[in-house]
């Protein structure tokens, strides 16, 4: 197995401490829940790439042809999963500056914000791929979670 798949567990605990001990617990705010949804539909499709490592790594041909397929299963639904990722993250984006306001001033905000960035180039690559498929696309949507995920870790953690 994959040591993302550790890896993603624990961004996963992260989100569940971080949604668990804000003041709005358990009656959350509207701009928690936006951002528990788009974060929980990045996780579904970043899990794409434990999988697929976990395919990389295995010896035993069953298991590759097993996980192969479950990840073919899956396939159809990544594109939108990915894109509302986006949709809910501009929803929790629009509703915190609703809230506070923007200020440069905030790291929590600046991480949220990169993290916003990078995600749009990662559902911009994320089409481009399925519309042109291409060895260099392939990496750079495969890199960009990569940042993603640290991105998001630290806006977390923040
Ligand atoms: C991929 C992008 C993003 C994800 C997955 C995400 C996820 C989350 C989650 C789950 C929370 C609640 C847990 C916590 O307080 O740590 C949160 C809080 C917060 N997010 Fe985001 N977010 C993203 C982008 C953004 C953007 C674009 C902004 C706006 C500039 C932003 C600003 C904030 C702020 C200010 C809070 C704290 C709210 C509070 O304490 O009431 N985030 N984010
Ligand atoms: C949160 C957003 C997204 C994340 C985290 C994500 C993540 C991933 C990962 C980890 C892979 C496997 C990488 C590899 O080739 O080794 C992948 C493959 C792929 N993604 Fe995404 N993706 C996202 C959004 C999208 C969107 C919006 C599309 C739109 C069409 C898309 C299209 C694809 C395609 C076509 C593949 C290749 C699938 C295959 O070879 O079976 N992705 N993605």
Redesign the pocket.
């Known amino acids: 197995m994959s040591y993302w798949f550790y890896f993603n567990f624990i961004l996963f605990c992260l989100?569940l401490w971080?949604?668990a001990s804000?003041f709005s617990f358990p009656l959350l705010?509207i701009?928690?829940i936006f951002?528990?949804i788009?974060?929980l539909f990045?996780l579904y499709n970043w899990t794409r790439n434990a999988v697929f490592s976990t395919i990389r790594q295995a010896k035993d041909r069953q298991i590759k042809i097993k996980l192969a397929n479950l990840s073919r299963k899956a396939m159809p639904y990544h594109r939108w999963t990915g894109t509302l990722a986006l949709v809910f993250?501009l929803l929790?984006?629009i509703a915190?500056?609703n809230?506070?306001g923007?200020t440069w001033q905030?790291g929590?905000?600046m991480f949220?914000?990169l993290?916003?960035l990078n995600?749009i180039a990662m559902v911009a690559t994320g089409w481009l791929r399925l519309v042109k498929p291409s060895g260099k696309m392939r990496r750079l949507h495969l890199r960009l979670g990569i940042l993603?995920f640290f991105l998001?870790g630290i806006?977390?953690l923040l």
Do not use: E, S
Request: proline share 0%; no cysteine.
């Open positions: 989100l971080k949604v804000h705010k701009h928690i951002g528990a788009g974060f990045f993250i929790h984006g915190v500056w809230t506070f923007f905030n929590k905000m949220g914000l993290a916003l995600l993603l998001i806006h977390l």
